[in-house]
Every structure is written in structure tokens, then in C-alpha cells.
């Protein structure tokens, strides 16, 4: 995590870095700074805590200069406080950093040998001196730069200027993403698009390994051997306009509300409602001959491969492994060379699922990845890339990029089941048309907010929250409950309702809500008996079904909200709605920060 900003040329350089440290702050906002070059040496502004307070210090205390790094920090080594902020520096070089420095401990006692005094606990720190200590008379700043690069392990995106330097600014990345921004007589680095939005829509984006020293007139990029190589100049669409809240309170309400949108925007990309047939972009090798897949992700995106799974075995009748990414390598998974490796992500550059996607490619897999930001590090290594059009989704806790990672797996299920010969055209049909019914039936589930802000009023005074669901949407209980601890910080674990018997219904007492995910589907007779357990035990049920679920079982709940009835097939996508919603508004309700909950980072580029 960590966001970094640098930029060479002839502007007042600090209105600048702050303004795209907004755009970066998704990435970590555990505390912010920057620097600059005024008059040959490097001044620097840090604050503890949001860009708002870095914005305040830059003001109170203005910093000239026209060549700048800045960083909004995801603390992990060193606790969040000024000292431990970005940049750090020594006055000679300054450095920001996002990664994590893995051989910091044995260079710093190296540094400190050579009688070097470190300010921070910070990793990064260490490159600052390494870097200073190349840099002689005998060795300039680049070749500096150049050694250090060899010494350290880790991953890293960096961006360094040098005292006396006015015309220099050194990129490296290795394992976090950075791209480099062209101007007209100006350059700049970002770890993403989104940062230099404003500033330049020309990008390149650095391999692993390469590094880049950037002039006013351009740049030279090497790569890991040090070796002169061009990367392509992509225009990037991204505009610095779509990223306001749009009249909408936080940035997770506008997304929960841009989902009828953007689930239609998926779908569209895939879909001729003409012909009414569902055809993916292009991929490289032959689907029929698929004998496993195997779906690795983390956090929400890993609740999206749970509901895939269930519909590649049932409706492709392909043998599908999932594990957190954090988790996979480590079990040194066997692999059948051929098998598909699904890798989902919005971000793109999640470490251990990017770490996961390598080791399946060294094991012969072919590499999907499905993903919002098709510029990213995992888009980049894979075969073939399956894309959610979510736009770029703000607040930390996610929501429209995981319900059109929903869309993207469902239509990719069908091509898969059309592909292994499993589904008949009929079939086909019938999903095909539950898929193109989706959009409308979610903007109905919007008009349940003002209600679900109601049964939120009950439900925030609660300690712990269970979520229980069946088949499907047992997935949809584990993410309403990761939700709703992640931004209101009230306790919440999801469970599959035939579980609750073996342990959990210990904890039911009239004081613990129970949110009960119940399509009325092939599973619903189960999960009513599941219900009538909690019921039986004095738990208070909050029951998100359909009509026919509601008539049935809505007398045992406390609160009931009846969804759209749809084919139980897209629910899951549909059910996520009134998760996202409960906790938003519980959170609120509470008076914590939405968009930014605690502790947490949009974009988790460390392992
Ligand atoms: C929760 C959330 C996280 C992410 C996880 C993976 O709301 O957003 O759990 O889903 O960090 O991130 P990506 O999808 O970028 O790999």
C-alpha cells in the first residue's frame, strides 16, 4: 500500500503532490508528506494522519519548489507518527517508498556501521542512506541509485530527488506498481493513473525491475540489468472529473448506487442482447480442454470466487479449488499443467494474489485474471484478462466492484458450461436472460434503503452480528459481515446456515442479530429450518428474501425486506445490495469514517 507522487517541472510543485495525494489516499492515510527542492536543498512538510492535515501544514508553513516527491503512508514498520512519515531524507537524498524493504534490518546495521544516524523505525529509511552513501564524487546520484537498486530485496515503488539536483528525479519499481506521466516539459511518476489524472493522461507503466530517471525534456527507463528499454505510452481514459462524490454523501453510497449502472456496463461488454448470446474477450487457449480451475483473491474479491464456484461446478461441472491468496502458496499446491488459474482482483496489484498468480504460471497454468484496472501488475502478467467496468471505485470498503466481478464470473460460468458442452441452448437462455434482468432488479433493491436504514437503527446497538446463508449465498453472509466489521467496527462473522448446529448458535441470545440471506431457491426449505433454530433461541432475525420467502418464513423475522424475485442464479449478485446497505448505514449511524475505515488501505500491495 502507499501512495507515491513525484513530478519535475516548472510549476509550484506542493499544490500539486497534495492535490494527488487526495487521489492516492484510498492507498493508506495513516499519515502524509512531502518534499521539495528550494534553491538546491531539499525542504520537506509531514503530518501525521489524513492529506487534510498535510494540506494545513503546507499552508501554514508554504514550500516553494518546482521538483517534488510526496507519500500517504500505510504504516508498517514503524508506528503512525510524524518521524516514521514520508519522505525521509538525510539532506542529501529524498526518498518515498511503498513496499517493504525485506533485507532493511542487516543494511541498516551496515549504514549505521559507516556511522549513519537513522531518524525513523521505518524499512524505507535505509535506501535513503544506502543511495547517499554511493553518491560521491567519483559516483553521481544516478549510478548512486543504480547500486543501492542491487542491494535491496523486497518490493518496492520509489521515487528520489537529490540536493543540487534541479533537473533529476529517479523512479524504481520492483513487486509495487509505478507509472511515469509525460508532460509538455514536465514528467511525473504515480503508483497509479489516477494520481496524474489532472496532470497528463500519457503513461507508461515500469516492468518489474525497471528503474527511470526523469528529466524536465523525458525520461530513460532501464530495466533490472541495467539495460536502456522503451515502454509504450498509453493514453489513459481515466478523467480527474470522475472521481467526486457525485451530490452523495460518501463515496460507498455513490458506488452502492452506481450499481444498476455499472453492472449493466459489464454485462454490455459481453453480452449482444441482438443475437442474446454472451461472448468473453479473447482467451488464448482452448476452454473445452479446461480440466480444473483453480480462483485465488483476497478479501471481498475472494467472496466473489466462492459464489463463482459454486457456478462453474454446477453449471460448467468443472472441478473448481479456491484459497486466499494469502494462504495458497503455502500449502504448495499440486497442479496439473493446463488448468485454468482464475486470479481475481479490482485493484490489480494485491501482493499475495499477485505473488499466488506467479507461482501458478511457474506451475504451467494459464493465467486469467479478472480485474478493474487493466493496467495493473496482475492484468500485465496474465494470458488473458477479464475486465469489470466498475469505474474506479474510492471507498476503501468495496462494493461495485465486487458485484460486477459477480457479473463478469456468472457470464464467464455460462461460456464455460457452452464451451465443456454441459449447458444446452435452453439453459443458456435462461440464465442469459436472468443475467440481462439484473440492472433493473438491482436498482429495485435501492428503493429498500430508506428501510434498511431504519432496521440499521436497531441493529447498531449490537455487539456481535451473524450472517447465515445457504448454498450461493452463504458467500453473500460472509461479505455482509466482513462489510459491516470493516466499517462500523461492530463484531460479525458470516456462517453457512447448516453450520450455526455445530458451534455457533451457542452465542444466540436476544441480543445478537441474525441477517438470514434467503433467495426463495432450491435451498430456502433448509434455511427456514436453519431460521426457526435462531428464532427458537430468542435471536433476532433480519430476513432478506423474496415475496415467496417472505410469506413463508417472514412472520419468525423481526425485519424483513422483500427483494426482487428472480432466478436464483443472479441473486447472489442481487442479495450483495442489501449487505452493502445494512452496513453503510450502520456505520453512519455510529459516526465512523466510511469511506475510510481504520487500519485500512484500498489497495494492499504488501504480503
Ligand atoms: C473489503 C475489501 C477487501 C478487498 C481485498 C482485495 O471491502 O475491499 O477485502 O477485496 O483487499 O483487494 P483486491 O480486490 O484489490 O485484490
Known amino acids: 500500500m502507499c501512495g507515491i507522487v513525484g513530478l519535475i517541472g516548472n510549476k509550484d510543485a506542493a499544490p500539486l503532490l497534495v492535490d494527488a495525494l487526495r487521489r492516492l489516499e484510498y492507498r493508506g492515510y495513516d499519515s502524509a508528506g512531502l518534499a521539495t527542492l528550494v534553491n538546491g536543498s531539499i525542504e520537506r512538510r509531514r503530518a501525521e494522519g489524513k492529506i487534510v492535515n498535510l494540506d494545513a501544514c503546507t499552508r501554514a508553513q508554504p514550500i516553494g519548489g518546482t521538483v517534488g516527491i510526496a507519500h500517504t503512508r500505510w504504516a508498517t514498520h514503524g508506528v503512525p507518527v510524524e518521524r516514521n512519515a514520508h519522505p525521509h531524507t538525510d539532506g542529501r537524498v529524498a526518498v518515498v517508498h511503498n513496499g517493504i524493504i525485506e533485507n532493511f534490518a542487516e543494511l541498516r546495521a551496515e549504514m549505521e556501521a559507516q556511522g549513519r544516524v537513522f531518524q525513523s523505525d521505518t524499512d524505507s529509511e535505509v535506501v535513503v542512506h544506502l543511495i547517499s552513501s554511493y553518491w560521491t564524487d567519483e559516483c553521481g546520484p544516478v549510478e548512486a541509485v543504480k547500486k543501492a537498486l542491487a542491494r535491496l530485496e523486497g518490493a518496492f515503488a520509489l521515487g528520489i530527488i537529490f540536493a543540487g539536483e534541479h533537473d533529476l528525479m529517479i523512479g524504481a519499481r520492483l513487486g509495487s506498481p509505478l507509472a511515469i506521466g509525460y508532460g509538455d516539459g514536465e514528467m511525473f511518476l504515480g503508483s497509479d493513473a489516477m494520481a496524474l489524472a489532472p496532470m497528463t493522461n500519457r503513461l507508461s507503466y515500469l516492468e518489474e ?146 505473488a499466488a498468480l506467479r507461482y501458478c504460471k511457474a506451475q504451467g497454468q494459464h493465467i486469467v485474471s479478472l480485474v478493474n484496472v487493466t493496467e495493473s501488475s496482475m492484468a500485465r502478467e496474465s494470458d488473458a484478462i477479464l475486465q469489470t467496468l466498475a469505474g474506479p471505485e474510492i471507498g476503501v470498503a468495496s462494493t461495485k466492484a465486487f458485484t460486477t466481478q459477480l457479473m463478469v464470473l456468472a457470464c464467464f460460468a455460462v461460456a464455460l458450461g457452452r464451451a465443456r458442452g454441459v449447458l444446452s441452448a435452453a439453459e443458456e437462455d435462461r440464465l442469459s ?44 453472509a460472509l461479505e455482509g459481515a466482513l462489510k459491516l466489521k470493516e466499517i462500523s467496527y461492530i463484531h460479525a462473522e458470516g456462517y453457512a446456515a447448516g453450520e450455526m448446529k455445530h458451534g455457533p448458535i451457542a452465542l444466540i441470545d436476544e441480543k445478537v442479530p441474525v441477517v438470514v440471506i434467503a433467495p426463495h431457491d432450491s435451498l430456502f426449505e433448509k434455511t427456514a429450518s436453519n431460521v426457526q433454530e435462531v428464532v427458537a433461541r430468542g435471536g433476532k432475525v433480519v430476513f432478506f428474501s423474496d415475496e415467496h420467502g417472505v410469506k413463508k418464513m417472514g412472520q419468525n423475522a423481526v425485519f424483513t425486506i422483500s427483494l426482487p424475485t428472480v432466478d436464483p442464479f443472479v441473486a447472489p449478485i442481487l442479495y450483495a445490495i442489501p449487505v452493502q446497505l445494512l452496513a453503510y448505514h450502520i456505520a453512519v449511524l455510529k459516526g465512523t469514517d466510511v469511506d475510510q475505515p481504520r487500519n485500512l488501505a484500498k489497495s494492499v500491495t504488501v504480503e
Open 209 to 354: 525491475g525497471d528503474w527511470a530517471v526523469l528529466r524536465r525534456g523525458g525520461v530513460e527507463i532501464f530495466d533490472r540489468a541495467g539495460q536502456p528499454v522503451q515502454r509504450p505510452v498509453q493514453v489513459s481514459a481515466l478523467s480527474a472529473a470522475v472521481i467526486g462524490k457525485g451530490g452523495f454523501r460518501h463515496f460507498m453510497l455513490k458506488e452502492i448506487y452506481e450499481q444498476p449502472q455499472v453492472l449493466g456496463d459489464t454485462l454490455h461488454s459481453m453480452f449482444n442482447p441482438v443475437e442474446r448470446t454472451l461472448t468473453l474477450p479473447e482467451i488464448p487457449f482452448d476452454l473445452s480442454a479446461v480440466k480444473r480451475v483453480t480462483i485465488v483473491a483476497c478479501g471481498t474479491s475472494f467472496y466473489a470466487g466462492s459464489v463463482a464456484r459454486y457456478w462453474f461446478e454446477s453449471l460448467a461441472r468443472v472441478p473448481v479449488d479456491i484459497d486466499v491468496a494469502s494462504e495458497f502458496r503455502y500449502r504448495e499446491p499440486v497442479m496439473e499443467p493446463g488448468g485454468l488459474a482464475l486470479f481475481i482482483s479490482q485493484s490489480g496489484e494485491t501482493a499475495d494474489t499477485l
Open 433 to 476: 436472460a436472468a443475467l440481462v434482468e439484473v440492472p433493473a432488479r438491482a436498482s429495485e433493491v435501492l428503493n429498500h434503503d430508506e428501510r434498511i436504514r431504519e432496521i440499521a437503527e436497531e441493529v447498531m446497538h449490537a455487539r456481535d452480528v451473524l450472517y447465515l446463508g445457504r448454498g450461493s449465498s452463504y458467500p453473500i
